[in-house]
């Protein structure tokens, strides 16, 4: 239970990255509303590492949670914000992605 309450973290992660480049491209309340967002989501992903943490290796829940933070915002970035999906980035990505399932497998 606690892997799957990390992975709903890193994608409330995923959520705030997303609401500050949305907040960037808006201008009024849609910009408030992005921040709020913003906000929300973050206060939900560290309470939710918070929880994790009682139960799992800081070291390895911190490394996951921005991990699956870090991806899911790339691919947001690509999908969402029309970033370069190079070869080199896919490549690093791949790697992360590696990482992060590595630390799982590892981890006690």
């Given at each position: 239970?606690?892997?799957?309450?990390?992975?709903?973290?890193?994608?409330?992660?995923?959520?705030?990255?997303?609401c500050l480049g949305k907040a960037k491209e808006a201008s009024?309340?849609?910009?408030?509303n992005w921040y709020i967002g913003f906000v929300l989501c973050l206060g939900i992903s560290m309470a939710l590492?918070?929880?994790?943490?009682?139960?799992?290796?800081?070291?390895?829940?911190?490394?996951?949670?921005?991990?699956?933070?870090?991806?899911?915002?790339?691919?947001?970035?690509?999908?969402?914000?029309?970033?370069?999906?190079?070869?080199?980035?896919?490549?690093?990505?791949?790697?992360?992605?590696?990482?992060?399932?590595?630390?799982?497998?590892?981890?006690?």
């Amino acid at each position: 239970m606690n892997w799957i309450l990390l992975i709903i973290a890193g994608l409330f992660e995923v959520g705030f990255a997303t609401c500050l480049g949305k907040a960037k491209e808006a201008s009024g309340m849609e910009a408030t509303n992005w921040y709020i967002g913003f906000v929300l989501c973050l206060g939900i992903s560290m309470a939710l590492l918070l929880k994790v943490t009682q139960h799992l290796p800081i070291g390895t829940a911190y490394a996951v949670w921005t991990g699956i933070g870090a991806v899911g915002t790339v691919l947001v970035g690509i999908l969402v914000f029309k970033e370069p999906a190079t070869f080199w980035r896919l490549l690093f990505l791949m790697t992360l992605i590696a990482s992060i399932i590595g630390l799982k497998v590892v981890s006690h």
